[in-house]
């Protein structure tokens, strides 16, 4: 069974539109996170939360907007696309608390046109 | 300034051979995450070390936390094709106890 899932895989769109990617986690997790994994791979977190609330946000740019209808959803949307959003977004999931070990879906690869 | 660093960035090598990557830091912290991320797929958890100096070991890898809390090593014994990937080490640190990835060693282990 899939413990990170998130659709889709790939994604290739024009500048301008919007979108969406959507995950979902059956661990149980309170907290979900979407990072950006960059042309160079370096993975940086985006977003985090905990029980529907955000508790983190890094400085991203408001045409991200992540959405949690639940504890085991957090979809991401993204406005306006620009050519600099092409990149890999990793959904992912923890148990609450510091040092835990988080657990990734498989990437979804944003390509702009 | 990159919190963690990672060396060397890329390295090849051939089937059998022993290596060690390196994750270093001029900050002490609770403990150390190693993930593993494969071509196409996400990081996947291969250790947490808590203790300064501790070693684990984990089949033909083994990962050493420094005595200072700052750094760590892993070493592959005997590498193997399998063991190709990006090799990554993250902390929970930051202002907003973030998790923060290094920017990674990939690791190619040729037959």
């Known amino acids: 069974d899939t413990a990170v899932s998130q659709t889709p895989k790939y994604l290739v769109t024009q500048m301008g539109n919007d979108k969406s990617i959507k995950c979902e986690q059956n661990?149980?997790?309170?907290?979900m996170y979407w990072y950006k994994q960059d042309s160079k791979k370096f993975l940086k977190i985006m977003f985090s939360y905990n029980n529907k609330e955000l508790i983190i946000n890094e400085t991203v740019p408001n045409r991200f907007s992540p959405k949690s209808p639940d504890k085991a959803h957090l979809n991401l949307h993204i406005n306006s696309l620009e050519l600099g959003d092409s990149a890999v977004y990793f959904c992912a999931s923890s148990r609450q608390g510091r040092n835990q070990p988080q657990h990734f879906g498989d990437g979804t690869r944003l390509s702009i046109l | 300034t990159q919190l963690l660093e990672q060396s060397p960035q890329f390295l090849s090598i051939q089937e059998g051979e022993n290596l060690t990557v390196y994750c270093n830091s001029s900050s002490v912290f609770s403990s150390l995450q190693w993930y593993r991320q494969e071509p196409g797929e996400g990081p996947v958890l291969l250790v947490t070390v808590v203790t300064g100096g501790e070693v684990k070991k984990l089949k033909r890898l083994t990962f050493q936390f420094g005595d200072a809390r700052k750094d760590s090593s892993l070493h592959i014994t005997a590498a193997q094709p399998g063991d190709t990937g990006l090799y990554l080490c993250?902390?929970?640190?930051?202002?907003?106890?973030?998790?923060?990835f290094g920017k990674g060693t990939k690791l190619s282990v040729k037959p």
């Open positions: 993250a902390v929970y640190g930051g202002s907003q106890g973030n998790l923060i």
């Open positions: 661990l149980g997790h309170d907290t």
